[in-house]
C-alpha cells in the first residue's frame, strides 16, 4: 500500500490550504486515518484523525480552524485548514492503516511527507 500526498505550499497567516492523501495498492478496507505534522526541532504530532465510521478527533491548536473528511470511494484523506497561522508550519504526514487484500494482513504506511509553511 503507497499513500501520495500533495496539497503543501506558502500562505499567509490567515489563509487556506487542502492536503490531500490518496492511497492505493493493495488494499481490502481502510480503518483509521490521520494527518500529522512535524515542525522545525519538535517531534511529529497528531493532528486530526478520522475513523471508518466518520467519527473525527482534533488536536487543541487547531480545533475549530482544521477539519479532517475522507472519500471512501476514492480511498483519498484530506485536511482542509484554514485561519492559518505561523505555528502550523511543519511537514505534515498522513497515515493509514487497515486490511490489506492478501490473505487480509494489517497494513500501517506513512505517506511522504508535504511542506505547510505560513508566514506572519
Known amino acids: 500500500v503507497q499513500l501520495q500526498a500533495s496539497g503543501g505550499g506558502l500562505v499567509q497567516a490567515g489563509g487556506s490550504l487542502r492536503l490531500s492523501c490518496a492511497a492505493s495498492?493493495?488494499?481490502?478496507?481502510?480503518?483509521?486515518m490521520s494527518w500529522h505534522r512535524q515542525a522545525p526541532g519538535k517531534q511529529r504530532e497528531l493532528v486530526a484523525h478520522i475513523t471508518s465510521g466518520g467519527s473525527t478527533n482534533y488536536a487543541d491548536s487547531v480545533k475549530g480552524r482544521f477539519t479532517i473528511s475522507r472519500d471512501n470511494a476514492k480511498n483519498t484523506v484530506y485536511l482542509q485548514m484554514d485561519s492559518l497561522k505561523p505555528e502550523d508550519t511543519g511537514v505534515y504526514y498522513c497515515?493509514?492503516?487497515?486490511?490489506?487484500?492478501?490473505?487480509?494482513?494489517?497494513?500501517?504506511?506513512w505517506g511522504q511527507g508535504t511542506l505547510v509553511t505560513v508566514s506572519s
Open positions: 495498492g493493495s488494499i481490502r478496507s481502510i480503518d483509521s
Open positions: 497515515n493509514v492503516n487497515g486490511l490489506g487484500r492478501a490473505f487480509a494482513l494489517p497494513y500501517d504506511v
